[in-house]
């Protein structure tokens, strides 16, 4: 964990060096999906409404290019059916996209577009099934519900206005399995989300 906290604060401060930084906040909702792959059994799943909150920067590395990582608590998971049972999985991680993206003048604001990697760390979450609940245990024992770690690439695009305000849509897919060790299976997220956010501070139209 505390090389994780190292690595993020390493990605802001490197960030904040940069001439041209914006920095705000964001907040949306994840229509998240698991990717279940068994052997066996069939399992199918659907989409489970989350959200995500967090901070996100934005640096002008370019003429019309522009490094944003976030730093977000994102809700994840499920809805999973199998064997005529159905369950609900809702783990929340700690997550870091790095996106580049290209902006381009577009009425009284810019339009944009990129993508780029993520990596996200399982903080807490809830399971529920059959009328009973318990707490996601994250790590990678025989017991455990779910790998600690996820990574995975981002698309994202957007319009932002002069102002700072800004609506953005990404989808998230992961590329890590988080399935536990003792399963024969594979886990991955992915999910589809709609944000607004707000930057504070900087150059806010990202030409000056």
Same mark, same amino acid.
């Given at each position: 964990?505390?090389?994780?906290? %190292? @690595?993020? !604060?390493?990605? @802001?401060?490197?960030?904040?060096?940069?001439?041209?930084?914006?920095?705000? =906040?964001?907040?949306? !909702?994840?229509?998240?999906?698991?990717?279940?792959?068994?052997?066996?059994?069939?399992?199918?799943?659907?989409?489970?409404?989350?959200?995500?909150?967090?901070?996100?920067?934005?640096?002008?590395?370019?003429?019309?290019?522009?490094?944003? +990582?976030?730093?977000?608590? %994102?809700?994840?998971?499920?809805?999973?059916?199998?064997?005529?049972?159905?369950?609900?999985?809702? +783990? @929340?991680?700690?997550?870091?996209?790095?996106?580049?993206?290209?902006?381009?003048?577009?009425?009284?604001?810019?339009?944009?577009?990129?993508?780029? +990697?993520?990596? !996200?760390?399982?903080?807490?979450?809830?399971?529920?099934?059959?009328?009973? %609940?318990?707490?996601?245990?994250?790590?990678?024992?025989?017991?455990?519900?779910?790998?600690?770690?996820?990574?995975?690439?981002?698309? =994202?695009?957007?319009?932002?206005?002069?102002?700072?305000?800004?609506?953005?849509?990404?989808?998230?897919?992961?590329?890590?399995?988080?399935?536990?060790?003792?399963?024969?299976?594979? =886990?991955?997220?992915?999910?589809?989300? =709609?944000?607004?956010?707000?930057?504070?501070?900087?150059?806010?139209?990202?030409?000056?």
């Amino acid at each position: 964990m505390k090389k994780i906290i %190292s @690595f993020i !604060a390493v990605i @802001f401060i490197t960030t904040a060096a940069l001439a041209q930084v914006n920095l705000g =906040i964001t907040a949306g !909702a994840n229509f998240a999906k698991l990717n279940i792959s068994a052997s066996g059994f069939t399992v199918k799943t659907s989409t489970l409404t989350s959200f995500h909150a967090g901070l996100i920067a934005d640096a002008s590395l370019a003429s019309n290019i522009h490094f944003q +990582p976030q730093l977000l608590l %994102s809700g994840k998971g499920g809805k999973v059916t199998s064997d005529g049972q159905s369950a609900t999985i809702n +783990p @929340f991680y700690l997550e870091l996209p790095l996106n580049f993206i290209y902006k381009a003048e577009a009425g009284s604001g810019q339009i944009f577009g990129g993508v780029g +990697p993520y990596a !996200a760390f399982g903080l807490f979450g809830k399971a529920k099934g059959g009328g009973q %609940s318990h707490d996601i245990k994250f790590g990678s024992g025989d017991n455990d519900d779910l790998k600690s770690t996820d990574f995975g690439g981002n698309v =994202i695009a957007g319009y932002q206005l002069n102002s700072g305000l800004m609506i953005m849509a990404n989808y998230s897919f992961g590329l890590a399995d988080c399935a536990p060790k003792s399963s024969d299976g594979k =886990i991955k997220n992915s999910y589809f989300g =709609i944000s607004l956010a707000y930057m504070f501070s900087g150059n806010k139209s990202g030409n000056e």
